[in-house]
């Protein structure tokens, strides 16, 4: 006897429609996904998938914000249950960063494809800036340098960042290499006094990244995370 599928509220829908994308992109590259492929692959009509995202710069952008989110959210969580010290909460950075290029290889293609997008220029920039505002979060209590100075700084070792994690996904770098080359330039980014706050009991990378990620992290700030994804998407 056969069933009837149930019927999912929109957000449902949608999660599990972003959900297919990604299974997409990882079997056939970003290339392969399309708003028909996704339908099909969906199981749902194309109206549907229509109504969702309109076009595909639009479930390119969604597919995104979406990843690029639990990207950072993956760095927030490894910072909150960091060691206190300079080098523990660098190498915590580093550890969780190239983790998530590893583990989701579909972010890099995603922006790939939306290369050149006005829309995805602005959502690249807005990321960095989380990513840098985050860093130099975490990273202050250990830097003599005005915030400016630090932020800064953060952003130019996110670019350098980015060029290691191409390495290690071209498997020109171990995942040993990338960690330890990007805790290095962390540390040399923080000016003197790098050791500064070591001794400073619960560690700022606990403290300080729950701040830093609100709308980026678990519990009340996963909730934001989600809020975003559906008011961006």
């Keep these: 006897m056969a069933t009837t599928p149930t019927r999912l509220s929109k957000q449902a829908r949608r999660e599990q429609l972003l959900d297919t994308a990604v299974a997409i992109v990882r079997t056939r590259g970003a290339d392969g996904l399309t708003l028909v492929t996704l339908a099909e692959e969906a199981g749902v009509s194309r109206p549907v998938v229509y109504g969702h995202f309109a076009t595909r710069p639009?479930?390119?952008?969604?597919?995104?914000?979406?990843?690029d989110e639990r990207h950072r959210a993956a760095v927030t969580r490894a910072l909150r249950s960091a060691a206190t010290g300079a080098d523990a909460v660098a190498r915590a950075i580093s550890t969780a960063y190239f983790a998530?290029?590893?583990?989701m290889p579909e972010l890099g293609a995603v922006t790939a494809a939306l290369k050149g997008s006005p829309e995805m220029e602005a959502v690249r920039h807005d990321s960095a800036d989380r990513y840098a505002e985050l860093m130099a979060t975490v990273l202050r209590p250990y830097s003599p340098l005005a915030p400016k100075d630090l932020g800064l700084r953060c952003a130019g070792v996110l670019g350098a960042a980015d060029a290691l994690a191409a390495e290690l996904n071209r498997r020109r770098a171990t995942d040993d290499e990338a960690v330890a080359a990007l805790t290095g330039l962390i540390m040399g980014s923080l000016g003197g006094g790098a050791g500064r706050g070591a001794e400073s009991g619960a560690g700022p990378a606990e403290t300080e990244a729950g701040a830093a990620g609100a709308g980026l992290g678990t519990g009340p700030a996963e909730a934001g995370v989600e809020a975003e994804t559906e008011a961006g998407a």
Excluded at 58 to 67: D, E, P, Q, Y
Excluded at 100 to 103: F, M
């Design 58 to 67: 639009g479930l390119l952008l969604a597919l995104h914000r979406r990843l």
């Design 100 to 103: 998530c290029a590893t583990d």
